[in-house]
């Protein structure tokens, strides 16, 4: 399972990198077809307990978001979010199996989940060097996670949240804060970027992070899912890859506009 979780991770990483360094359309497409998938996996995992959320009315939210995010100046999210809540209720009159009230909260609170995050993903690529400083959020988290592996599956005594993930422990975290916060500011450094801000995006990863995939876990273990999909393989779905970055890359644009670039 290491080695297929290695071998995965050395294919997407490099595609990963590229299209955020050139950024554009190719980072934009890559971005949307993440998150639709993630949409889907996230209404199948709704799907195991019973509920049918329409898929279509994620994917709404986050593109109401998204173009909201690239195109500030029509001001189209109020009334995208306005036909939305209007079209998606209407939906619900006529489709009125099992829970319906239910169905029509998750739609809306699944695009908005996911559609937040994947906007801030794009401010962050959009800001001076915002390539440098997205790839520096990811470094961050991959670099926290990795260390948290490492460090956990060999010294984790003291399970942090055993009832849903039962290998994150508190030695984890540490030794992943340790990880990003020494290793980051070497890849700040090569970006041309202070290193104390790779260290603080580091330790954003480990903290930050570590509530994300928390979150996602949560999910999971209330529909009785160990993954949220199998597409790729040794990580499970690619809800599962976004989990942490979906909550550090929010913090980390914050940080990054409210004190790196004050």
Same mark, same amino acid.
């Given at each position: ?8 991770? $050395? ?33 199948? +995992? ?8 329409? +898929? ?57 989940? +996911? ?18 400083? $997205? $790839? ?13 592996? $490492? ?112």
């Amino acid at each position: 399972m290491l080695l297929t979780r290695v071998l995965s991770a $050395l294919i997407l990483a490099p595609m990963v990198i590229g299209v955020i360094w050139i950024g554009g359309w190719p980072f934009y497409s890559l971005l949307s077809l993440a998150f639709c998938i993630a949409a889907y996996e996230f209404v199948q +995992l709704m799907r195991r307990s019973g509920f049918q959320p329409p +898929l279509f009315f994620s994917i709404a939210v986050i593109l109401a978001l998204w173009l909201n995010t690239l195109f500030p100046q029509t001001n189209l999210l109020q009334p995208a979010v306005a036909f939305i809540l209007i079209s998606s209720l209407t939906w619900q009159l006529t489709h009125r199996q099992g829970a319906p009230t239910v169905d029509w909260a998750l739609a809306l609170i699944g695009g908005l989940y +996911l559609g937040v995050a994947g906007a801030h993903l794009m401010l962050t690529r959009q800001l001076p060097q915002g390539e440098r400083w $997205l $790839l520096l959020i990811l470094t961050g988290t991959w670099l926290a996670d990795t260390g948290a592996f $490492l460090i956990g599956s060999r010294f984790g005594r003291h399970k942090m949240t055993p009832s849903l993930s039962p290998k994150k422990s508190w030695e984890g975290l540490i030794g992943g804060a340790i990880f990003g916060m020494a290793l980051n500011p070497i890849v700040a450094a090569a970006f041309g970027l202070p290193a104390i801000h790779g260290a603080a995006l580091g330790l954003i990863g480990a903290l930050i992070g570590t509530l994300g995939d928390l979150s996602v876990s949560m999910i999971k273990r209330q529909v009785g899912a160990k993954d949220s999909g199998n597409l790729i393989p040794g990580h499970g779905g690619v809800l599962d890859r976004l989990d942490s970055l979906m909550f550090t890359v929010i913090v980390g644009y914050y940080y990054i506009v409210w004190i790196a670039l004050a």
